[in-house]
């Protein structure tokens, strides 16, 4: 138990905290190379568990690709039929 002032010690391994801490501080690409890392060297069960939601927490969502893409068409079709039109 702590004493009185200090605060316990997060659990998880020193990298896993690592990772998160680069995360917090705005380093998305660098936790999660350091949370790709980690897993590849055979992890504690709970290390590989924060590891694995720091990887499903920063990655992209499938939708906004979707998204992307039917942008993407809108504004070809837009400058399809501007060219039909003035040229």
Do not use: C, H, I
């Not at 002032?5 to 995360?23: H, I, M, N």
């Not at 917090?24 to 504690?44: C, F, I, K, M, T």
């Amino acid at each position: 138990m702590a004493k009185g002032g200090q605060t316990p010690e997060p659990p998880g391994a020193p990298e896993v905290r690592a990772a998160w801490a680069l995360k917090e501080a705005g380093d998305v690409a660098g936790a999660r190379r350091q949370a790709e890392r980690l897993l590849a060297s055979n992890p504690a069960p709970q290390d590989r568990a924060q590891a694995e939601e720091l990887l499903r927490r920063t990655s992209t969502p499938r939708a906004l690709y979707g998204f992307a893409a039917l942008g993407a068409a809108v504004f070809v079709v837009l400058l399809l039929l501007a060219l039909k039109r003035y040229a």
